[in-house]
């Protein structure tokens, strides 16, 4: 079984705040998924990173998959309140085609 | 909108009861991929189908089973229902077989009474 651990479980901040969030194991992955879930929706996929040390940007936000592909941080600049919600990493091994998920950053961003 | 339809948003059923799930996947996707989420579990992978042959297995009971129709769409059926079934259930779809983008529809809430 493929854990993942996403630290911290629960984040907040103010808005205009810089934040990391965590996702390890001790697996490695052929790819990592992050996924960004509000209350009672299904998640959104926001960035797939497939390469050791590959770094992803989607405007504000920072993907970053570790070298040995067995971690990944996601970094947000000036966080706002829209950034609210639960940060979702996902992993799939080599010849797997399902996901393991974590349990969630839940991220809240104060106005 | 990611493409991805479920059917129904909300089901409130009794214990013992059974229940089917419907799911359509995005236009072109072949995988469709059923998962459960409860608040302590977070999300658990069920099952996969891939153009209509199951892929991959996860923690899926005995009681639940599922299947892909030639049209793609899939459906997801509960039986025995317990009150610990009670959860949103996500049906979700991609590309290829291997699942690097994978997208969620809005889930189905099961209330079981």
């Known amino acids: 079984t493929q854990l993942l651990e996403q630290s911290p479980q629960f984040l907040s901040i103010q808005e205009g705040e810089n934040l990391t969030v965590y996702c390890n194991s001790s697996?490695?992955?052929?790819?990592l998924q992050w996924y960004r879930q509000e209350p009672g929706e299904g998640p959104v996929l926001l960035v797939t990173?497939?390469?050791?040390?590959e770094v992803k940007k989607l405007k504000r936000l920072t993907f970053q998959f570790g070298d040995a592909r067995k971690d990944s941080s996601l970094h947000i600049t000036a966080a706002q309140p829209g950034d609210t919600g639960l940060y979702l990493c996902?992993?799939?091994?080599?010849?797997?085609?399902?996901?393991?998920f974590g349990k969630g950053n839940q991220v809240v961003v104060i106005p | 909108d990611s493409g991805v339809t479920q059917t129904p948003k909300h089901l409130i059923t009794a214990t013992g009861q059974r229940v089917t799930l419907r799911c359509s996947p995005r236009?072109?996707?072949?995988?469709v991929y059923w998962y459960q989420q409860s608040l302590d579990q977070g999300l658990q992978f069920l099952i996969q189908?891939?153009?209509?042959?199951?892929?991959a297995k996860g923690n899926i009971l005995e009681r639940f089973s599922a299947q892909q129709f030639p049209d793609l769409h899939s459906e997801l059926n509960l039986s025995s229902l317990e009150l610990g079934d009670s959860a949103l259930y996500f049906c979700?779809?991609?590309?290829?077989?291997?699942?690097?983008?994978?997208?969620f529809g809005p889930g189905t809430r099961l209330t079981v009474t």
């Open positions: 236009s072109g996707d072949l995988s």
């Open positions: 697996s490695v992955f052929s790819s």
């Open positions: 996902a992993g799939a091994g080599r010849g797997n085609n399902r996901l393991a």
């Open positions: 990173v497939v390469t050791g040390g």
């Open positions: 979700a779809s991609s590309e290829r077989v291997s699942g690097r983008a994978v997208y």
């Open positions: 189908y891939y153009n209509g042959e199951e892929r």
